[in-house]
């Protein structure tokens, strides 16, 4: 029988992922009730999903106060970031199952309030983290778990976040200001904090972190940049983030995200409106932003591993890449591509079978000829290109297991490669937030924090 889900927030996460992974697989989920407060985006949603006048929600809290009349099998949270908490919260008192977005909370005592909570009520909290779903994630978790590269002793993720994607979400979007969201190394990079989390398998000894806002800084404007980008820049021609190029140009072909979130016209006339006054069109120098465009950040593990996060809005790529090192090899990967390398310095080493990933060419490298292996370990679109869509097909995937963990598999059908390996407790989870809370901590004073200091 369909799991009957109750919406919370329609904007993209609850429209276009959650939303979406529901309509296309009716058997397996289906949505009852639906909550948001723009009318534009509850409808749509709504009636995409035949969802009854009666449980269309203006507020998400008469959604939850209605649960039990609705007759709910889960809630799924994606309302914007400060209100994760106050929401989940309300809906651990129903005592139903919660896929609750991320970042689970945006300061330190509203986490604690809520792993308090969830402990007292026993829930049953997911928090999307969807990295540990991806294929290119579950591939390298395999080659760590055969022992094939020994005992890990670093890990070293690179968030390279793209000069277009930082100008459009961290500049002129809703994760500009920490006023309205978080710092960003928890509203960005909790998903780079979690994997490290879940590789080192224990909660941390310490945390350091070094950054800065550093060039989206009004002083840094070209000589007579105006507010907006449309107001006649005099950069315009050079400026890497001239809105219109972006949004108008580059973006002509799409609808969806993020072209979507300059408003309900995306026709190239509604576009070019948006933009000459909407948030979207801002100078990126003239903008309300206060979130770092640069952090690095340490952390070390009981266990010894030590671990780096670079964070950067200053790369052409928007992919992460990694590189971790054992005391019997090395893996070295790029999300973009999908690709892995692994080097075997044992000559005893094997080679593990990693399911939905693919070994290709082998060789040896000098001076002692140890084997060397490329793995391929991403999706793949219909011309065999690396699929990116749905954050790399882990936005799937980690909805098909919280389904599954509620009314089991389909008769037949076979869990995703490593689905058990990537599901974790809440505590787990939320110890990424608690590092990034910590990260910030250590910027801002300047000083390594200490694991559960004040």
Same mark, same amino acid.
């Given at each position: ?29 289906? /949505? ?11 409808? +749509? ?33 994606? &309302? ?15 005592? &139903? ?31 999307? $983290? ?65 994997? /490290? ?63 979507? &979130? ?13 933009? +000459? ?93 140890? +084997? ?18 749905? $954050? ?56 390594? /924090? ?5």
């Amino acid at each position: 029988m369909a799991i009957r889900l109750g919406i919370l927030g329609a904007g993209a996460r609850g429209s276009d992922t959650y939303g979406r992974w529901a309509l296309e697989r009716p058997d397996r989920a289906t /949505i009852a009730a639906v909550a948001d407060p723009l009318p534009h985006r509850r409808e +749509r949603l709504a009636d995409a999903g035949a969802v009854p006048i009666e449980h269309r929600y203006h507020d998400w809290r008469d959604l939850i106060g209605d649960a039990g009349r609705i007759g709910l099998d889960a809630f799924v949270i994606a &309302l914007p970031d400060r209100l994760h908490v106050e929401a989940a919260l309300a809906a651990v008192e129903t005592g &139903l199952p919660i896929l609750l977005e991320k970042p689970a909370a945006t300061t330190p005592e509203d986490l604690e309030g809520l792993a308090a909570a969830a402990r007292d009520h026993k829930a049953r909290i997911w928090i999307s $983290h969807v990295m540990r779903y991806q294929p290119f994630w579950l591939a390298i978790r395999g080659l760590v778990d055969s022992g094939a590269i020994g005992r890990l002793v670093t890990m070293r993720v690179e968030e390279n976040i793209g000069f277009w994607h930082y100008a459009h979400s961290y500049v002129r979007g809703n994760w500009r200001n920490l006023a309205t969201s978080s710092p960003m190394v928890l509203a960005k990079t909790c998903h780079d904090l979690d994997v /490290i989390r879940w590789f080192a398998g224990e909660s941390p000894a310490s945390v350091a972190s070094a950054g800065s806002l550093h060039y989206f800084r009004p002083e840094h404007a070209p000589e007579g940049a105006p507010e907006y980008c449309l107001d006649g820049c005099p950069a315009a021609d050079s400026c890497p983030f001239y809105a219109p190029r972006y949004y108008v140009e580059a973006l002509a072909d799409r609808d969806g995200w993020p072209v979507a &979130l300059l408003g309900d016209d995306v026709s190239p006339e509604g576009r070019v409106e948006a933009l +000459r006054r909407g948030p979207y069109g801002r100078c990126v120098f003239h903008s309300d932003n206060d979130v770092v465009d640069h952090q690095q950040t340490v952390v070390d593990f009981p266990g010894g591993l030590t671990a780096t996060l670079s964070t950067s809005a200053f790369t052409g790529q928007n992919t992460r890449t990694v590189r971790l090192t054992g005391t019997a090899g090395e893996i070295a990967g790029n999300l973009r591509t999908g690709t892995l390398e692994v080097d075997l310095f044992s000559p005893t080493a094997v080679m593990p079978a990693l399911p939905g990933a693919r070994v290709g060419a082998r060789f040896t490298r000098p001076p002692m000829g140890h +084997r060397v292996y490329e793995v391929y370990a991403g999706p793949v679109d219909a011309a065999g290109e690396p699929d990116h869509r749905g $954050h790399s097909g882990g936005d799937a995937a980690l909805v098909d297991a919280f389904i599954t963990s509620l009314a089991g598999p389909l008769p037949g059908s076979q869990a995703s490669p490593g689905a058990e390996t990537a599901a974790t407790d809440l505590e787990a989870s939320l110890d990424s937030h608690r590092m990034a809370f910590a990260a910030e901590r250590s910027r801002l004073e300047g000083r390594t /924090i200490g694991w559960g200091t004040t």
